[in-house]
């Protein structure tokens, strides 16, 4: 009877089990091999180790095989294998053996699932890298455009400075005047790569109110908001209440970007029209479930036709030369910005113009709602 019970439990059990017996060149396969594999009894028995497994995994096989024979025990280690359909399977095996029959024993979860669902996760995860990667990169090329002026200037008021001292135009109270000057200008633009390195550095004990979170992307933004009209709302925060933290750095690259391409909008549409009056309006929300920023401009609009492909890498209507500096206007800020909503955020993105104004929505579910 208890033998009865151990065929039962054998062949009713989900895992693969294995048994080798090497003196006399026999394997036993239970019944999951044909449920997960395809293989009948019959063909089993025919294959063996050189038939079913992957062979790339066949050395690895044959080791364990001797191994557990030995009366090792074998554990941890992965194999490759081949179903009836063509299919590559892979499952977790571990095993033992009795050395005095030379018998090896070996157990198999299929894990294949899960090491796809792991492969999917680092491939995702390597797309975030490279969209966080590009974002920092269009900022550093947005600023590097925006220091171009300050610093030929700098550099022209210099050789002004040292040419006027020189010929006796310039006084030692001018002298230190103009030296005031160009310090500080030189003062804001360490001051704003100190706002750049701080940007993207996640702080736990820092909470930021929409107000912050504004006021620290407007510091990488230099001239802003002395060329467009920027008006911020908000919904459902108090004035002391803070974005969910654990998401503050990722809105604050999404504001930037959305910031920038509303700027670029507004200034195409002042090329055609230089008495336009450029405004751009910042809404925070929150409800229970979700936290959502807005961000609506008076700029030129999204082209009738290209709705549907502002989110892929590359595509831009923007004229070459137009945007923020080198990347920026390449194709890759909304692209780049929809993966970090999409993929890290679990959130929605979506970009209409209606009535002369360009609506940008990023929907994020809160913590709790996730």
Do not use: C
């Amino acid at each position: 009877m208890e033998d009865v019970y151990k065929v039962k439990f054998f062949d009713l059990a989900d895992e693969l089990y294995y048994i080798n017996y090497l003196r006399d060149d026999k394997v036993i396969y239970n019944k999951a091999w044909t449920k997960q594999l395809g293989w009948n009894e019959e063909e089993l028995a025919q294959r063996h180790v050189e038939g079913l497994i992957y062979e790339d995994d066949k050395a690895l096989a044959y080791a364990k095989i001797d191994a557990a024979s030995k009366g090792e025990y074998v554990g941890g280690f992965i194999l490759r294998v081949v179903a009836k359909s063509g299919e590559i399977k892979e499952y977790y095996f571990h095993g033992y053996g009795d050395k005095d029959n030379r018998i090896a024993y070996a157990i198999g979860i299929d894990v294949t699932q899960e090491i796809k669902l792991k492969q999917i996760l680092q491939k995702e995860q390597q797309t975030l890298n490279h969209a966080r990667v590009t974002m920092m990169g269009e900022m550093v090329s947005a600023m590097a455009h925006h220091w171009r002026q300050p610093l030929a200037s700098v550099s022209l008021g210099f050789d002004m400075i040292i040419s006027d001292f020189e010929d006796g135009l310039l006084t030692l109270e001018g002298l230190k005047k103009e030296i005031a000057t160009h310090k500080a200008v030189l003062s804001s633009m360490s001051k704003s790569i100190d706002n750049l390195s701080g940007f993207f550095t996640y702080d736990k004990q820092k909470h930021s109110t929409p107000k912050e979170i504004l006021d620290s992307v407007l510091k990488l933004m230099p001239y802003f908001e002395e060329m467009i009209e920027i008006e911020l709302k908000s919904s459902g925060f108090d004035e002391t209440e803070s974005v969910e933290v654990s998401v503050s750095s990722d809105i604050k690259q999404i504001l930037w970007t959305l910031l920038s391409n509303a700027k670029d909008a507004i200034a195409a549409r002042q090329i055609k029209n230089p008495d336009h009056n450029g405004k751009i309006t910042v809404l925070f929300d929150k409800t229970e479930d979700f936290e959502t920023i807005t961000v609506e401009d008076n700029g030129i609009g999204v082209k009738k036709g290209t709705e549907d492909r502002i989110f892929e890498p590359f595509f831009t209507t923007k004229e070459r030369g137009q945007g923020s500096g080198v990347i920026h206007g390449a194709g890759l800020g909304l692209y780049t910005l929809k993966t970090i909503v999409t993929a890290k955020l679990n959130g929605e993105i979506d970009v209409s113009t209606q009535n002369d104004k360009t609506v940008a929505v990023v929907k994020i579910p809160t913590k709790t709602s996730r």
